[in-house]
């Protein structure tokens, strides 16, 4: 029944108040909170420095850093995909940007920067972000380790107190006459700044948790610009200019092709350092799911669309070139922001600092932020990238590409990568190792990588040296096979069975899988061994032709051959420890339910009961029965499990029978046994109570319902068990009912009813695919 709420009639004298199509609802403001505001410090204080450094390694005016800095943490914040992300002048791009100034000038810089942020908004309007992450990640490392090598070199000479040369090489050749010219002053500096940068984060117990409050960054360069003031040490200091004369963009001035190549170079740079941050940031988020709730996967399109406009904006007005910055975009989510208003309120705390601490800014000894960027230059080459990118046999794609940027520059060195990578893909693909050998008896052909007309002589080769009735097995270490190798491996394996010999053809980890031939079931998997065929020919026809006792040896050398030398160290520590599952697991003696797969366990998880009709004989001298008994008190008091699940299945023999048996007749084991499910049948028989129901629907017939009210029936068998009882009213035993649909695979777990007269008192809830459900 619906109430009538009365109204205010309006009038003329009241009108009903209008709200603008985008104004928030009544009562709400914009609100900012704690922990964005805390973040946002944390990563300005981490942002100033850096910006200044960044400029500084790029010979730009050091206010660019600060207008990037600001840009991209107010623009890309607002309008950017990835909430968390926090953007400005990156360290990847400083090779870059140093480059296009002694090129072009900086004016020119300013409007190639432009240019690429325009490139950035076509690329993000035809949603190409995604393509760009299938760069091999082998390149993108090896890209930016090499711009860490270079800015670590460049800097090392301020930081020694000179001035860096235009290339890697000369900086590399210049060293020794550096080295023998030292600028004691700027190297104390320096040393002290690396110094606090190492040890700070290292800091032990109560005191370095409350240090770490301070980013590293910050602690460093104030510490050495105390120590320039107060030991007035004569070094270079930061120059910030009246913003009155600062440089705004310009018309571009050089060679078209030249200008077009630095515009696709910045693009391409700015674009996947950003778009790899937001994937690094989403993962690092998901890894925190309790901290950041509210906070949505990154649009990476869009993401592209704010690098865009801010890199519009920072040209335009004299900046450096903005990306997306992992240092303080980590810092963002370990500082705990929640939103995007935390990257938008680090943009506004440079502005502040940009327009009210110039007197303060203009303390910082320069060589302090050589040391800074120097140390991000070095943190560039990542050691855990390389152990990984070595894994998997592509080290030689990441150090041409790191070698390539290093000596001939960015878009090069990417081209160069980008090139051995396809070129280490077509290697892979064509070469194909195919052995020959004999273990008792048995011939191995053993096929490594793909499988390929070009291999298929050598396969044919190889095939033919095994002799005519020989046992052979064929082991397929590959992804692909391409019709010319399948034409070729069939006809051999007709003909090596004409002659009275055996093939078996296996995966990468001995899983037999489908042969080709007739000899095979196109549509098997590599549970064939243990699965009822209606392939190509009638079960009866395969049961004939296979023996059941075949079936079971050949069953057991699989899993002696495939499975047991992954598990038997996982069984020897059983053997040593024992047993210790967690859950005892009652259900019924089907050949298709398979608990292991339905439940993903694996040895020492389940402790398992089965039996026809998953029945729990109520404990009595008359009815009860020892067997089931006896399992449901070693498990509860002597194994100490900590649930019970009972397990019904759709189709199950046993219920049919309690249904369709009439009563009378011989007492045969198995009518003997049912007995203890004829209290379901009561149950679901009961005038006072309803049928349960299965993810909000009836139950398809009778059969299936009571497999559904037996489940819940033997949970109540279950709570006449004294060793039960006691651990309930303990509170540290749960009990679970399941039913499984063998049709659908689909299982279900049981549910509490409100016990409302319109409701049923048992539902059964679909578990969702990606649903964690303890059992």
Known sequence: MSACVPTRPTDSAHPPRAHKPHAPPPGKRFRIAGADLSASVAVFLIALPLSLGIALATGAPLQAGLVAAAVGGILVGALGGS?????????????????????????TTCAITVF????????????????????????????????????AVAQLHIVLGGTPQSSVLDNVSALPAQLADLHPAALTISVLTLTILLLWPRIPGRAGRIARILPAALVSVAAATA????????????????????????????PVLGLIAAVLTTTLVCSVQSLLGAVAVDKVVAGQHDLHQGVRRSDLDRELLGQGAANIVSGTLGGLPVAGVAVRSMANVRAGAVSRNSTMLHGVWVVVAALLLVPVLELIPLAALAALVMAVGIQMVSLNHIRTITRHREILVYAVTTLGVVTFGVLEGVALGVAVAVAVSLHRLARTRITHCE???????????????????????????VPHDAQVIVELDGSFMDHAAYESLQCWQDAHAAHGGSVEITGRSGTRIAEP??????????????????????????????????????????????????????????????????????????????????????????????NVGNLVPVPGAESGDDSVGAAIEYAVDVLRVRSITVCGHSGCGAMQALLNTPPGGAQTPLKRWLRHGLPSLERMGAQDRSWARLAGRAPADAVEQLCLTNVVQQLEHLKAHESVARRLAEGDLELHGMYFHVGEAQSYLLTEGTGAEQLPDEVFDQVAPTARIKV
């Open 83 to 107: 909430p968390l992300q926090v953007s400005g002048p990156a360290a990847g791009l400083t090779v870059v940007t140093a480059d296009l100034i002694q090129q072009y000038g900086w004016r």
């Open 517 to 610: 031939g007739s000899a095979a079931h196109s549509c098997c998997r590599p549970w064939t061994p243990w699965r009822n065929h209606h392939c190509d020919r009638p079960q009866e026809e395969e049961q004939a032709a296979r023996p059941s006792s075949h079936q079971l040896a050949s069953g057991i050398s699989a899993f002696q051959r495939n499975t047991a030398p992954h598990v038997r160290g996982e069984l020897a520590r059983l053997a040593r420890e024992g047993q210790q599952p967690a859950q005892l697991f009652l259900t019924c003696a089907d050949s298709r339910v398979v608990t292991s797969m339905i439940t993903s366990s694996g040895p020492g998880d389940l402790f398992v009961v089965r």
């Open 439 to 465: 273990v008792d008896g048995v011939h191995h052909v053993r096929v490594r990588g793909q499988l390929t007309f070009l291999a298929v002589p050598r396969l044919s080769r190889t095939l033919h040296l």
């Open 227 to 254: 120590a320039a003031s107060l030991g007035g040490l004569g070094v270079d200091k930061v120059n910030l200019p009246s913003w009155r004369s600062h440089a705004l963009a310009g018309l571009p001035d050089g």
């Open 116 to 151: 690429a942020g325009l490139a950035q908004l076509g690329l993000g309007c035809v949603r190409v972000a995604r393509t760009a992450l299938a760069v091999s990640p082998a390149v993108v490392h090896g890209m930016l380790a090499g711009i860490g090598v270079t800015i």
